[in-house]
């Protein structure tokens, strides 16, 4: 099993993020359990608790599984390249200042499957419930992935089985005070860590104005030492795609 | 002389003739392999529509280009076909007046684009998905399946419903709950099914508020937004959610009711008809 299968000492919980070797095996993510079993030469996959899936896998003995956090907003079906994180209380910033917090984001589990440079997703899952919204008017906005969360000077504590820590640096470049309730990220230049304690990524907002600001992810772990996540965009990414959002409809 | 240098007409031999045949098989070949190559490469890269359309142009344009720049071959002068257009313009139009207004109006289609590859739409008496607009028709698989081709013109003259043209959309549902049953409870029960539905969005807000008093139920509205794409799944999946929970809670949907009173005393009669 993963090397980093141990209990979390900080919700006493044993979290299977890593890699996982193709042999009969039983993994528990509390009510969901996942089965590999070997079955006439194939490899059956199996995952039960609050829904089912079941697949074959023929494989070659170098194949192996990863399992880790990927970008929040494939399930139900991905319909969405964009997260938007309400806080519950709102941040205010001083004109052209710099501030530094921590924040947290949803997250849905990924099961890889690898040989050599080649991966494929296999399932996704997720122990958090989905909700979706709208940002902008519906004829031109974006539907977002909805979290809401809390925003703290301090790493907070979180379930790294359903959420992760967002390092967020907000620079307010404008003449004026801005009030900032809500932010939306776009995953396709998302970079998820992990380790035994925290999920984690890192953003940054650049304010203009009260209705203008452009948000991105930057690639930065929490902390040294952090495994970098597969994830499902980060496959098929285009450099040519672009990464940045611009929230003209208010923040 | 061999047979292939033999004059056809002007200075256009037969060898002219199957070079341009060679090139230009040769072009649409070439043209099918790229987009292929291309689809292949940005299938799972790209929406499905704007890879459709950026393809079309890629292959069009090579064969355009391979076209114009092999017309020599056949001893036509481009200068010289710009000069004769104008009166062949004028004959052309009025033997292909259909076609050209149907060109003319995929070219405004193309500019404007009301709809697009993937969009559901009601044009007139046909309601379905846009599954290619075409140089000279648009064509529509209505939602039972059926293959319809409209041409241009009638796109662009007629009324377009775009149901996807938007991010979300709106829906709506009346439950009737009894006069005996408590409507702050059944709002509360509703908005929380609502907001146990991942695709029913978190803003806009929905609606639940107590419309009017029927004649047999306290009427309820609900009016949800959900992303366009999936506007039906969602409504599909709420009402009978919402009729489930609220008999769970103890709310009745009652059936149409008339509470009648006469004038006199009703005489029950009871009529025995079986004779032993």
Redesign the interface.
């Known amino acids: 099993m993963s090397n980093t299968s141990e209990k979390s000492e900080s919700l006493n919980k044993k979290v299977f993020y890593g890699r996982v070797n193709l042999e009969s095996t039983y993994l528990e993510f509390e009510d969901i359990k996942i089965v590999l079993h070997e079955y006439g030469g194939l490899l059956k996959y199996s995952r039960e608790g609050r829904s089912r899936v079941e697949k074959y896998v023929a494989y070659s003995p170098d194949t192996y599984l990863l399992i880790n956090p990927v970008e929040p907003v494939n399930?139900?079906?991905p319909?969405?390249n964009f997260i938007l994180l309400e806080f519950t209380e709102p941040v205010v910033i001083a004109p052209s200042s710099t501030v530094k917090t921590y924040s947290t984001f949803p997250i849905e589990i990924g099961v890889f499957i690898i040989n050599g440079k080649n991966s494929e997703i296999l399932d996704i899952f997720s122990l958090t419930?989905?909700?979706?919204?709208?940002?902008?008017t519906?004829?031109?906005?974006?539907?977002c992935r909805?979290w809401q969360t809390r925003v703290s000077t301090e790493l907070p504590e979180t379930d790294l089985l359903r959420e992760g820590v967002l390092k967020l640096q907000i620079s307010n470049n404008s003449e004026y005070w801005v009030t900032i309730n809500n932010l939306v990220l776009s995953v396709n230049g998302m970079t998820i860590y992990y380790d035994d304690k925290h999920v984690s990524t890192s953003a940054q907002v650049l304010v203009f104005s009260q209705a203008l600001a452009e948000t991105s992810f930057t690639d930065e772990p929490l902390r040294e030492g952090m495994s970098k996540s597969l994830t499902i965009r980060g496959q098929?990414?285009?450099p040519i795609?672009k990464e940045r959002f611009v929230m003209e409809w208010g923040l | 002389m061999s047979l292939i240098d033999t004059v056809i007409y002007g200075d256009v031999t037969l060898r002219n003739i199957l070079v341009f045949l060679i090139l230009m098989t040769v072009t649409v070949v070439l043209a099918k392999l790229i987009t292929m190559a291309l689809k292949r490469a940005?299938i799972?890269?790209?929406k499905r529509n704007l890879l459709d359309m950026i393809l079309k142009i890629i292959y069009y344009t090579i064969i355009i280009v391979v076209f114009i720049g092999s017309t020599p071959l056949l001893g036509i002068n481009l200068s010289g076909l710009l000069l004769a257009g104008g009166i062949t313009g004028i004959i052309i139009g009025f033997a292909l007046q259909n076609v050209v207004a149907n060109l003319v109006s995929g070219i405004f289609l193309a500019i404007e684009r009301p709809v697009r590859i993937g969009d559901g739409i009601s044009l007139g008496s046909v309601t379905g998905v846009v599954e290619d607009v075409n140089i000279f028709s648009t064509i529509i698989r209505t939602y039972d399946g059926l293959f319809v081709r409209v041409p241009n013109s009638a796109v662009f003259t007629s009324n377009i419903t775009n149901y996807t043209a938007?991010?979300?959309?709106?829906f709506e549902y009346v439950i009737g709950i009894s006069y005996g049953n408590d409507a702050k409870k059944a709002i509360e029960v509703i908005k929380k099914v609502i907001?146990?539905h991942?695709?029913a969005?978190?803003?806009?807000e929905p609606q639940v508020f107590v419309d009017n008093l029927g004649e047999s139920s306290v009427n309820i509205i609900i009016r949800v937004?959900a992303?366009s794409?999936?506007w039906y799944t969602v409504k599909m999946d709420l009402l009978w959610e919402i009729k489930r929970k609220l008999e769970e809670n103890g709310i009745s949907i009652p059936f149409p009711q008339r509470v009648v009173w006469f004038a006199n005393n009703l005489r029950l009669e009871n009529k025995n008809t079986d004779k032993t």
């Not at chain 1, 519906?138 to 539907?143: F, K, L, M, T, Y």
């Not at chain 2, 969005?201 to 806009?204: A, E």
Request: net charge positive; proline share 11%; no cysteine.
């Open positions: 399930l139900p079906k319909l969405t419930k989905q909700k979706y919204t709208l940002y902008g519906p004829r031109s906005g974006v539907v909805y098929k990414r285009l795609i | 940005l799972d890269k790209i938007h991010v979300a959309r709106r907001e146990e991942p695709l969005l978190k803003r806009p937004w992303p794409q999936e």
